[in-house]
């Protein structure tokens, strides 16, 4: 299971996911659903955007944890 912390990097950084978004160029929407867990998926580019954005790595962002930890 990948577990996504962005909402981790968001409040390290103080910054709201309507600002990160208009950084980035995408979704309020579609970012929540990433922020949630809810993504079906991510494209590079988008993460590569975010992690910039948030003077991050995507292991900063996104965790793998086996099921049933």
Not at 45 to 49: D, G, I
């Given at each position: 299971m990948i577990r996504v912390e962005l909402?981790?990097?968001l409040a390290?950084?103080?910054?709201?996911?309507?600002?990160l978004a208009a950084e980035v160029g995408i979704?309020?929407?579609n970012?929540?659903?990433l922020k949630t867990g809810k993504a079906k998926?991510?494209?590079f580019?988008?993460?590569?955007?975010i992690?910039?954005?948030?003077?991050c790595q995507p292991g900063d962002l996104l965790v793998f944890e086996k099921e049933g930890n």
């Open positions: 909402d981790v990097m390290r950084r103080k910054m709201k996911l309507k600002d979704s309020v929407t970012l929540s659903l998926g991510v494209r580019e988008t993460l590569a955007a992690c910039a954005s948030l003077e």
